[in-house]
Each structure stands twice: as C-alpha cells, then as structure tokens.
C-alpha cells in the first residue's frame, strides 16, 4: 500500500505530493484526510494522506512512521477544496489544509482514547477490552507502544462504531476557571460608610456609589473597570466590612451556561415570503445558487436565514451561517441558540484552543447541525451541507489577510456548488462586486427594501461642521446633536455615538514647530492613551511615555489633538452631567465577555449613551434607541483605498440602521466636513441604488473592481535599496509577461512605507482576462524562494486585497 502525502514544509519546492510506504501493520488504519508522521531528508514532520494507491512510479520508498488519526480529520471534499485554495487564494498545499482544522490538531497534544459508555465495554474485541476494563481514558501512547500491532486497527474499528473516541487533550481548560468578585454586604453598611468617608477618598466614594446603584456581585477586574479604581481601593472597602470577596466558579463555553428561551417561526410577511420561496426551491431541487438579500436594516433577514435552516434541517441537511465577528454581535447567536438550541455549535476567535476543538469535534461528529461563525467556520467538517448563509457579506473581515489569503464568499460558493446546495449572502449595503454580480444575473437578486410592520427607517440629518465653526459653536456636538441628546436624556430614550476607529486621530502634536510624535519603526504617527498617559503605536506595539516637551524644539507646548473615544466620554459628561455612558472600544472591551457584559447593561438600560466604535455598528437591536449621532464621518473617507467611499456609505448606512427598529421613531445625526461627498450625501435617503451607480461610475473610470481585478505583490525588507530592486525586477517582469490589456503600476512605496523597521514597496496589477497570471506569480514566488526562506526578504501576493496598506 502507497500513500501520497503533503508534507509540512511550507516551500515552494515541497508544495507536491509525496510517496511513502505503508508499513504492513498500519495498513488497516491509513485513509485519505488523516494526518501521519514520515520521514522527510533528516526530520520527521507531520503531513496530510491525500491519496492512497497500490503503485508508485518510484522503486525505492521510505515508510510512513506513525498515524495521528483514527478517522480522517479532512473529507475529500476538503482535500479538494485544499486543492482549489492553492491556486484561488496562491497557498501551498499544507497552508491550505492547515487552515482547515482547529489549532489543537496542529500542535503536537497528547491524545487519548475513551470509551464512549461504559455498557460498550462487553462489545470491544478483548484484547480492546482489557485496557479499558478499569479506566475510562487511556492514553494513546500507552497503546502504540504496547507492541501489539493489531491494536490500533482494532482501537479504530471501536471508533467508527462508536465505541471509543479519540480525544486530544487541550490543557487550556483550566485557565480562568474562578474568578474573584466583590459584593456590599449590606446597603445599610454603604450609606454608613458613605458618610464617614473623608471627602478625599474619591476612588472610595466612586465604589460606594456605584453598589448602591448595582449591588450585584460583579468581578473585581469589571468593578475596577466601571470605577477607574485600584485593587487596594477594594481591598481597604473589604478590610472595613463595607465589602466582601469570594472566589466563583466560572463556565468556559459562554454559551452553555445560559438558557435559552426556545422561540418559534414568525409567520412571515408578503416580502419575507417571496424571497424565501426561491431559497426553498432550490434547496428541495438541490440547485446550487447564490443568491444575494439586498434588505435594508429590520427588513427581517435574521428570519429569513432562520427559516431557511429550519428547511435544510427539515431534509436532513446542515447549515453554515457566517457573521462577520461574533464576539460584536451576541445578538444574532442568540437567536439562532434561540431557535435551534443545542443544534447550534459557535466558533469564534474568543474561544480557547480547547474550546475551538470541542465545537470543532462536535461538528466533526455530527452531533450539530447548524454552524455559526465567523470567517474561518467556512471550512467547518460537515459531510452534508444544505446552505450557507453570509451575513453582512460585504464586511471586510471576509478575506483573510494572512495565508491563505481567501475570500470566505468565494469559499462557500465552492462547497456550496460541491454539494448542490443554495448560498445567500445578506445586506443592506452589498458589496459593489456582488451587487454587481446579481445585477448582471450571476448570483440571483431578493428586494426587501422596507422594514418589518412598517416601521420607517430614520429620518437623517447631515450637518456641515465647517458651518458649525463660523457660527462660533466649538464644540464636538453641533446645535442639532446636542438639541436631540438633551431631549433624549430627558425623555429617557437611549442614543448611541459613532466614533470611526479607536484614538481616531489622537496624534501628539508640538503647537510650536509643528512636530508630530512618530513611531521609531513605522512611518506612522503615535496614538495618544488617556489611560495610561502613554503613546502607543498600533501596528509594532511600540509604547512610550507621553512626551513633556517636544523632542524637536524643546517646546513645552505639545499636546494632543484629534478626538478619541476617551475624550468624547470626557466632553459628555462636561456637556450632559449625570449622562450615563458606557463606552465600547478596544480598550474597554479586551477582556473576555466584556462585549457582551458592556451590551447586556445597555440593554438593561443602565446607560443612557452608548459611545463606541466601529464594533458598536453591527447587529444591534435595542427597542429603546431613538437617536443615532455620527461624530466624525469623514475619517474613514480619506484613507489611501479605492474602497474608501464605500466604506464610508456602508458603515453610515449601518450605523443609522440601529435607530428606530421598533415602536419609537429614529433620528440619525451624521457631522462631517465634507456633506457633498455622494457617500456621505447619499446615506440621507437610504439610497443604495443611487450610490451604487454613483460609484460604479467611479470605479469604471479608475479601472477598479467588479470592473478589473487587482493583485497587490508587496515586498518588505529592512534595506530600502534591496526592496527597490526586487520590486523593480518584480514588475518589469509581470509587465513583459502580462497582455497589454493589463495595467502594471508600481514599483511604488506601499501607503505605510515602513512597518516595524521593514521598508514596503508594491507593485499592482489591475486585469480583466489573464490565464497565465497564477502561474507568473508562483514562478515570482519560487524565483524568490531562497531569500524569503531565510526570512529578510518577503514578497506577498495577495490575489483580492481589501486592506491597501
Ligand atoms: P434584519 O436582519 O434585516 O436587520 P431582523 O430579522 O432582525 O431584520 O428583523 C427586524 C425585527 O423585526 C426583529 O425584531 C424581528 O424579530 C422582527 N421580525 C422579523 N420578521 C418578522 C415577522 N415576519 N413578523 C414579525 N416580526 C418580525
Ligand atoms: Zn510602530
Ligand atoms: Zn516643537
């Protein structure tokens, strides 16, 4: 028996298949997807069984040393799709398939066997029998070297009978199993002791204050947190009985620990109706077709996809539902836990390892049904896929900006046509190339282009802040903001505030010479962090202490400009005292399930302003939210990328979309210096369509996508001259190899020239038809195969980009 194996060796001159030998006493355990060890030059290295054949064109072959699976962790539709990945997103073999599988079957984790219900034991053959005859575990180590060598296929048989399961042990489980958390011990006890605090003790009083409002048990990090406190302003409120501490246990899968109240189909309205009919149809035919919701925000396309799952668990298949980062929207996990309960498995980048892999093993088992997740669940392990749902499928988190760099729409497309089943990509603001697609009939277009129970959309207001400065109002709220929060607060509606980007534009400047405090690594400008009176660098990491004077003229007038998160907070309360915020950005969401927590006491209506960033845009849906205020529109208009117009639209589209959504009527407030631009014009009418042509007519004249595809090669290297001339060859050489229908620019400096003592130069490639072009970058690749093996030089392909930079 032969087996034809991708090796892990991540070069281009081991991107092929290799052929081994399967020794006789493991020829009853190797297929197809499982994962071996073999011998490769003088290592030993993990590869993945592709193939299995009876000949080889080659006389002498090394043996494979070891199996790591029992059952295939890769279907062959996933070998295949590896395949597809190579060339549709330029990866090696390996990268593909690494890509795949959760983090846990990458590493080398010790695995163990366990026996599934201890009834089974009197069904194992006996020599299975005796190991497990007193342990439920048993470590497969202890079973490879027992020196029978039938074992293992016997251990295999027991597993695709259910008997036993193969376990890889993630030892993460045990972090962050307790926490501590503090309580008042009594109210009476509060108010005693707010009285007899001297009037210094303000971090004191900030605590006491706050108990008397929540008095639930919260975690001391949260308490510190909500309080701007320190541990030892808690520990002296424990010490003197005010307080007590206790240690708590904590669950690690978020999820499991709540229940769900199990909601039921909503009978659909006349729109719903005609646009699931098509989804159904195809999914009883087992017709492959992508189809694309265009639904503005609350048409009801939660329960559309909903429904839509309900019919491919109904003919016994399983669903996909993508989300662009569920940490941001754990309202839409749990509607679908809501509907489908314990059916439902959720990966996302907040799990541990361990974690991963057990909603990764529940998949792979069968044991769900219904798959949510972010990006990388695309290549969950179902065997028998019915749909696959894109919500917000015009979100940039889609393409992977690392290898393999794929687009997660073109990889559902693939699986779905795999298994003949139906793909919808959902939004209100669809991406240009899909919007595109459909128009052209490609992908097949739904309408819904009113809300649920004639709610209305918001009424928009777009306010010209240069207008705002003449007539003298200096402030980071215009008149009519500022009008409607006031009677927000009054009325006791909740309002929500958009700040594009965290720290946007908090750059350190000298008032004096004009100097603007620089990363030593990157040519890009420091962030200025209230919290820690610090400036931070947000692509190397690079920390330093906020500056007394200006490094180039001594000046002590150096300061910070620009308007974070932070100081919106600060302007609020200065403007609306007794305003209660909570503020959503990176800094006070970096601790696991603060998203969530900081979501929940909005909802509870513990906070009349939400004041975030791009993470407070998405999937939120509070009944109580009438006004929706835009500080800065046009930051995200002026980046370098051709996208950026786009963007904008989406994101203020989006933003606006959470006023409203039920009984209350919404107001929307968008401020920004520059009201004609047609992205920011445009948002005032909810006019998609309008926009869309707009900038399609854009995008035609600068040959951008859907028009022509673009490549980005990007070089780095810590000498700038090298970079030059390596770009310099780079493009000389596509532009002698390429039609000339093609557009070759470059070499130029990337828009970040230096990132991390790296210097960037790129080179671009707008196309329309190139059939070699693949084959011209896997030839640049391997031309520079030496250089980046060694690490100084790198040249990165990326076939798609959505991040210029
Ligand atoms: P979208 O996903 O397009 O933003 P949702 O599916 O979240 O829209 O629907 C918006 C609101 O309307 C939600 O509160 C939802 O429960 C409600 N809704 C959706 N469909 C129906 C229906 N057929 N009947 C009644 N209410 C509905
Ligand atoms: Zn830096
Ligand atoms: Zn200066």
Redesign the pocket.
């Known amino acids: 028996m032969i087996v034809q194996v991708v090796v892990d060796v991540p070069t281009g001159g081991t991107d092929r298949l290799f052929d081994y030998k399967v020794p006789t006493h493991l020829q009853g355990m190797v297929e197809s997807g499982m994962r071996v060890i073999v011998p490769f030059g003088p290592r030993k290295v993990q590869g993945f069984v592709i193939h299995t054949s009876n000949e080889s064109d080659l006389a002498k072959l090394k043996e494979i040393d070891e199996v790591l699976d029992v059952t295939p962790v890769l279907t062959n539709e996933l070998l295949e799709l590896g395949d597809w990945l190579t060339t549709n997103a330029l990866c090696f073999k390996i990268t593909a398939y690494q890509s795949m599988l959760p983090a846990a079957l990458k590493a080398k984790y010790k695995k163990e066997v366990m026996l599934t219900n201890h009834e089974y034991l009197q069904e194992l053959p006996i020599e299975v029998r005796e190991w497990f005859k007193h342990r439920k575990v048993v470590d497969w180590e202890e079973l490879i070297t027992s020196g029978d060598k039938q074992l293992l296929v016997l251990v295999k048989k027991g597993v695709t009978q259910g008997l036993l399961e193969v376990i890889h042990k993630v030892n993460d489980k045990v972090t962050q199993k307790t926490i501590r958390v503090v309580e008042p011990v009594s109210v009476n006890s509060l108010t005693n002791q707010l009285h007899q605090l001297d009037n210094r003790a303000l971090k004191q009083k900030r605590v006491i204050e706050y108990f008397l409002d929540n008095p639930e048990p919260i975690s001391v990090s949260a308490l510190m947190e909500q309080t701007d406190t320190t541990r030892s302003t808690i520990k002296s409120l424990v010490d003197k009985l005010v307080l007590t501490e206790k240690e708590v246990e904590v669950m690690r899968d978020p999820y499991v620990n709540r229940r769900f109240k199990k909601t039921e189909p ?4 006349a729109h ?1 109706q005609d646009v699931i009919t098509p989804i159904f149809h195809s999914l009883i035919e087992h017709q492959h077709q992508t189809f694309l919701i265009h ?12 429904q839509s799952i309900a019919k491919a668990l109904e003919i016994g298949k399983e669903a996909i539902v993508l989300v662009p980062e569920i940490s941001l929207t754990p309202q839409m996990v749990q ?1 679908f836990k809501e509907r489908f309960g314990s059916l439902v498995a959720v990966l996302h980048s907040g799990l541990s390892t361990g974690e991963k892999y057990d909603e990764w093993r529940k998949i792979h088992h069968g044991r769900v049904k219904v798959v949510v997740g972010a990006r990388s669940a695309i290549f969950a392990p179902f065997r028998n896929i019915g749909i696959i749902i894109i ?1 917000e499928e015009h979100e940039a988190t889609y393409k992977q900006e690392e290898n393999p760099r794929y687009h997660a729409r073109d990889v559902a497309i693939q699986r779905a046509s795999y298994y003949q089943c139906p793909v919808i990509l ?1 939004s ?1 603001t669809p991406s240009l190339e899909t919007y595109a697609r459909a128009k052209k009939g490609v992908y097949q277009l739904l309408e ?1 282009l009113t ?3 004639q ?1 209305t959309l918001p009424a928009v207001e777009i306010i010209d802040m240069r207008e705002e400065l003449k007539t003298g109002n200096r402030s980071m709220f215009s008149k009519a903001l500022h009008e409607k929060l006031s009677d927000r607060l009054a009325r006791g509606e909740q309002s929500v505030l958009f700040l594009n980007r965290r720290g946007y534009s908090t750059f350190v400047m000298c008032r004096d010479c004009g100097y603007v405090a620089q990363c030593p690594h990157c040519d890009i400008s420091l962030t200025y962090h209230q919290t820690s009176r610090s400036l931070k660098c947000h692509y190397c990491g690079h920390q330093e202490r906020m500056p007394q004077t200006c490094s180039s003229c001594n000046s002590e007038h150096i300061r910070f400009f620009g308007s974070g998160t932070q100081k919106v907070e600060e302007e609020v309360a200065k403007v609306f005292p007794g305003a209660r915020v909570i503020r959503m950005d990176v800094d006070t969401t970096r601790k696991k399930g603060a998203h969530e927590r900081l979501l929940t006491q909005f909802a509870e209506g513990k906070a009349d302003i939400l004041l975030g960033t791009q993470m407070i845009a998405k ?1 939120l ?1 509070f009944p109580n939210i009438t006004l929706v205020g835009v500080l800065a529109a046009d930051s995200m208009l002026h980046l370098p990328d051709f996208r950026a117009s786009e963007r904008t639209f989406q994101l203020l589209t989006q933003v606006s ?1 959470r006023a409203g ?2 009984q209350l009527p919404g107001e929307v407030v968008i401020q920004t210096y520059t009201p004609e631009h047609y992205s920011i014009d445009l948002v005032k009418n909810h006019d998609f369509h309008a926009f869309f042509e707009k900038e399609m007519g854009v995008r035609r004249l600068q040959s951008y996508p859907p028009y022509y595809y673009i490549t980005v090669i990007q070089v780095s290297h810590p000498e700038i001259t090298k970079v030059i001339d390596v770009t310099e060859k780079i493009t000389a050489y596509v532009r002698r190899s390429l039609s000339d229908q093609s557009v070759v620019l470059g070499p130029v400096a990337s828009s970040i020239p230096r990132i991390k003592d790296r210097y960037r130069y790129q080179c671009m490639i707008k196309y329309k038809n190139e059939p070699r072009l693949v084959e011209i970058l896997k030839e640049i690749i391997e031309n520079y195969k030496k250089e980046t093996n060694q690490g100084t030089l790198q040249v990165s392909i990326d076939m798609n980009p959505y991040v210029l930079m």
Do not use: C, F, I, W
């Open positions: 909503l009978p659909l309205t719903q639904g503005v925000t609350g048409s009801g396309k939660t329960e559309v996809y909903l509607r919500d959902g209100a819904m809300r649920v129970n709610v999937g849906d979309g959504r039920h």
